[in-house]
């Protein structure tokens, strides 16, 4: 086993819908849905320690996720997180993190993992921190995922939407995922899988933005403002949708700029996450 | 149906050790192997036509593949594929090109397909072929593939070695693909076997790089020239094994290089296929 260090790379993700599936078993508890992995991401260098510390874009912090990986992995370490993602907002961020962290970390021990099984240690971490359900397999594949069947690897399933765009995104603040995930979830599963269904009949961007809001509607999720700002970008002819689970408005092209917002500015990821070759 | 055209990406793909699995369905015929998805592959580009003309690389050609990729979509086209690979000598030039007009013509065609199902299409063109049986769902993945089952989306499966590394290769000439196929496969089926065990228990592209030299002596596929090269890397404190099947090396770092050859260089390729955005 050696101890050096290494980096790994994950990509965003969006939800834009999604029906939580609960189980005894952290690997088949997850998610189906659908959502958009962005070129944007995370970051995470790991490099083994006699005790784990962990920086998030350079100042002292905390993930549970993270520590529940580095635990499974059996490899304390310095964890360095950089991110130009907005924390809570919907980008599943802490699951690109777990996932980062169990690359780099295997990397770093020598490793004796396979992606399959580093994926089910982020995704159990994930699930354990309640911090998401459908992310860290998501981010893993990269494109446009469509989760069919919740879980991790050997239980999941995952498709794709074969398209490829700029994607534009801004931020009103967070949502308490945990909270939400917590309380009663039967319209949101029903939601979110008429959503896959419809999706699934017309895989292509411009269903899976509709499907997206229907889901937001159905749900009761989508808040005036953010409502007020998918209609304006609607209106001008774009594709607009709220991310699951943050106050932040996704579109496609140019739709935000041209309805008069500052967005920041990204593209559909092609490839999943992965090492970052030193 | 809008009638416009598309691009599309598909990486190259060195299987570095294989065990073929036959059955009366295409998409449940394929192979078990390890392999490596490399940065530089096969650009598609697909615009409607009244009928189907393909162009490789600037000139007038065939793939059957390729056609029947076209005859299954229903979508008769000008196809131009380009690349910098060579075709016939293990990078899974066919299989590539397959996928990316999968991609492409769906994308042309108004996008009625998900990627599943475009994967499944372009995996069966292949098999049909005769001019593959991993290529494409190790193409469509990306990054350094273990098909652990075999066939098309919904009957294979895949894991990954998470690694990532610049990759060398030089080409000596081609191998009959499908001559080799259609003999009596039992011994590379029990080689292919053995070498992906070995991998699953450990990971590692050192691991799958050692693998890959047992299956191909083992089975009779490396020819002298061949062996003479691998061991001359080796020799040099390098890593190298033998493309399956092509006359071809393939190293990492700068086994070929420090060796005195002068190679191609590429990395592995994080990413599967996918759209390119115009």
């Given amino acids: 086993?050696?101890?050096?260090?290494?980096?790994?790379?994950?990509?965003?993700?969006?939800?834009?819908?999604?029906?939580?599936?609960?189980?005894?078993?952290?690997?088949?508890?997850?998610?189906?849905g659908g959502g958009l992995t962005i070129s944007e991401g995370v970051t995470v260098g790991v490099t083994a320690a006699e005790t784990t510390r962990i920086r998030i874009n350079g100042r002292d912090g905390a993930m549970d996720a993270v520590g529940y990986v580095l635990e499974e992995l059996g490899v304390p370490a310095a964890v360095r997180i950089d991110t130009e993602l907005?924390?809570?907002?919907?980008?599943g961020v802490s699951g690109a993190a777990a996932l980062a962290t169990a690359l780099a970390g295997n990397h770093a021990a020598g490793g004796a993992l396979s992606e399959n099984e580093l994926v089910r240690i982020a995704h159990c971490a994930e699930v354990r921190a309640g911090t998401g359900l459908g992310d860290v397999v998501a981010q893993a594949r990269g494109g446009i995922p469509l989760r069919i069947e919740p879980g991790a690897p050997g239980f999941g399933a995952l498709d794709g939407i074969p398209a490829a765009s700029r994607l534009e995104y801004q931020s009103f603040g967070e949502l308490p995922t945990a909270e939400i995930l917590s309380g009663d979830t039967r319209v949101i599963r029903e939601a979110g899988s008429r959503a896959l269904e419809r999706v699934r009949a017309s895989p292509t961007l411009e269903t899976l933005f509709a499907a997206g809001r229907a889901f937001a509607r159905e749900t009761g999720l989508l808040d005036p403002e953010i409502e007020a700002v998918v209609r304006e970008v609607r209106d001008g002819g774009g594709e607009a949708t709220m991310a699951m689970l943050g106050r932040t408005v996704v579109g496609l092209g140019t739709g935000l700029t041209d309805a008069g917002y500052e967005p920041?500015?990204?593209?559909?990821?092609?490839?999943?996450?992965?090492?970052?070759?030193?």
Wanted: no cysteine.
């Fill in 86 to 91: 907005p924390i809570g907002a919907g980008f």
């Fill in 264 to 278: 920041s500015v990204a593209r559909t990821h092609t490839g999943g996450a992965s090492l970052v070759i030193e």
């Fill in 1 to 32: 086993m050696t101890t050096g260090g290494a980096r790994a790379f994950a990509p965003g993700h969006v939800t834009v819908f999604f029906a939580p599936h609960w189980s005894d078993d952290p690997a088949r508890t997850g998610s189906i």
